[in-house]
Nanobody, 121 residues
Framework: VQLQASGGGLVQAGGSLRLSCAAS????????MGWFRQAPGKEREFVAA????????YYADSVKGRFTISRDNAKNTLYLQMNTLEPEDTAVYYC???????????????WGQGTLVTVSS
């Protein structure tokens, strides 16, 4: 499966963005899915994950209550709704697919290309 992320952009602090990740195959529905991000000069970090069934969600503490992950298996698309954005959320966001969720984080095996989110103060 190939993943294509979109929806990044420039937003002011307190604003919202919705990222999308389109998958190339119907097998998308068999994968756990997630979002990661990498800020300038920092390592890539886990943001959110969603089980293949859509029933369980997992979030990094830094985004809990502000971000919501969801999926539409009929459209082979993953979403990340980001509200109350902060300058610290500035990063390249990557969607990923995997076969496991361990310790509340996705174990990614397939990566999409990133989409840049910039939050101005």
């Amino acid at each position: 499966v190939q993943l294509q992320a979109s929806g990044g952009g420039l937003v002011q602090a307190g604003g919202s963005l919705r990222l999308s990740c389109a998958a190339s195959e119907r097998t998308f529905s068999r994968y756990h899915m997630g979002w990661f991000r990498q800020a300038p000069g920092k390592e890539r970090e886990f943001v959110a994950a969603l089980a293949w069934s859509g029933g369980s969600t997992y979030y990094a503490d830094s985004v809990k209550g502000r971000f919501t992950i969801s999926r539409d298996n009929a459209k082979n698309t993953l979403y990340l709704q980001m509200n109350t954005l902060e300058p610290e959320d500035t990063a390249v966001y990557y969607c990923a697919a995997g076969s496991s969720i361990v310790g509340g984080a996705l174990g990614p095996s397939i990566w999409g290309q990133g989409t840049l989110v910039t939050v101005s103060s």
